[in-house]
């Protein structure tokens, strides 16, 4: 039977809970995973993100690639991470000729002000990316957090 006594026993070891979350060193593994050890470049890639969020739990994110998207110049893989949510590998999505244009919308959950990277493949195999840093004022993902 739980009494206060114990409850307030472990109070103290609550407010050591924190929720989990990767490193930016983990977020490092994880592209170096995803693109298999190849060094994307920097550019053609565009995120478009709020800088200062509101609140962590449904953050618009589009992420845009140049490319004319022909059969014989076109985006592959689009992929975003981030360095602080419990996995690094937010979210990846596939793309065709037929897509038209190399571009992706979606909503995303941030733990808090952290950095956020897009990844895109092209069909000569060659990776881009874009960095970008955001402050969360309000995170998300916080389940364990001490009240």
Known sequence: ???????????????????AQATPEEMAQA?????QNAK?????????????????NAV???????????????VTD????N????LPDVVRFQLTPASG??????????ATSQTITALART????????????IVTLAACIEGEAI
């Open 1 to 19: 039977m739980t009494t206060r006594r114990r409850l307030l026993a472990a109070l103290p070891l609550l407010a050591i809970v924190r929720p």
């Open 31 to 35: 592209i170096a995973a995803y693109t």
């Open 40 to 56: 994307p470049q920097k550019g053609r890639v565009a995120i478009d993100i709020a800088k200062l969020i509101d609140n962590g």
């Open 60 to 74: 618009p994110i589009t992420v845009r690639v140049e490319s004319p998207m022909t059969e014989q110049d076109h």
């Open 78 to 81: 689009i992929a975003i991470f």
């Open 83 to 86: 360095e602080k949510n419990p």
């Open 101 to 110: 244009k190399a571009e992706i919308s979606t909503r995303i959950r941030l």
């Open 123 to 134: 069909s000569d195999g060659q990776w881009w990316q874009q960095t970008i840093d955001v």
